[in-house]
């Protein structure tokens, strides 16, 4: 069955380091994938979407990459904040679904001082 | 301007009510969604409508009945609440429906945070 992973659970860096997720995919070759980033108490918020013909798309300090044969996205932040420091997850459409995006469990990214 | 709103944010009931959670959304969307988030964080989809046309039941209990008066609204109502209910309930809007070549950013409430007692 298909399936979405994002494979840590938490990722702490320094201030002004690159922070890098990962998510990776099994049994699906989905169009595209969303990035999105959830606070404590808050519901996600949209932040980048990368479709199957785009090796790379920035937005500011941000980067996604999609590698269809690996079945992997990273998500990187440059110069990174402690404003950064929030919940990360990776969502995709589920394969011959319409309207059911499914959300991988998150990494919670730590940005110390 | 709360792009996509729901009501209450906070409810603490016992087991064996019956309960609702109502959303709405001012963003002209044509689709919304129910998630539900449990106390591991994992968010799952729950239902999923367009134009007020049911798409999505993702084998959630008959306990749940979604309503949709309009595109605007989508509500959820809980009978006979669980212990297992307990969890923080998100509604969700996006453009257009998601699939296989149409994307469809979700833009999300707040959450409404339930606990059966």
């Known amino acids: 069955s298909q399936k979405i992973e994002q494979n840590s659970e938490a990722l702490n860096i320094q201030e002004g380091k690159t922070a890098t997720l990962t998510c990776n995919y099994t049994n699906y070759s989905p169009a595209y994938l969303q990035w999105y980033r959830q606070d404590p108490g808050r519901g996600p918020v949209f932040l980048l979407l990368?479709?199957?013909?785009?090796k790379e798309k920035r937005k500011e300090r941000l980067k996604v990459t999609f590698d269809t044969t690996l079945k992997q996205s990273l998500f990187h932040i440059t110069a990174s904040q402690p404003a950064d420091s929030a919940t990360y997850l990776c969502a995709l459409v589920r394969e011959g679904s319409q309207g059911n995006l499914i959300f991988g469990k998150g990494t919670k990214l730590s940005v110390k001082p | 301007d709360t792009a996509v709103s729901q009501t209450p944010k906070y409810l603490v009931t016992q087991m064996g009510n019956d309960k609702s959670i109502k959303c709405e959304q001012n963003l002209g969307h044509d689709t919304m969604y129910w998630y539900k988030q449990d106390s591991k964080k994992f968010l799952k989809i729950m239902f999923s409508y367009n134009n007020k046309e049911l798409i999505i039941n993702e084998t959630v209990p008959n306990r749940f009945s979604p309503k949709s008066p309009d595109k605007a609204h989508l509500n959820l109502h809980i009978n006979s609440l669980e212990l297992g209910d307990s969890a923080v309930y998100f509604c969700?809007?996006?453009?257009?429906?998601?699939?296989?070549?149409?994307?469809?950013?979700?833009?999300f409430g707040e959450g409404s945070r339930l606990t059966v007692l």
């Open positions: 990368i479709r199957e013909n785009e």
């Open positions: 969700a809007s996006s453009p257009r429906l998601a699939s296989g070549t149409s994307t469809g950013e979700l833009f």
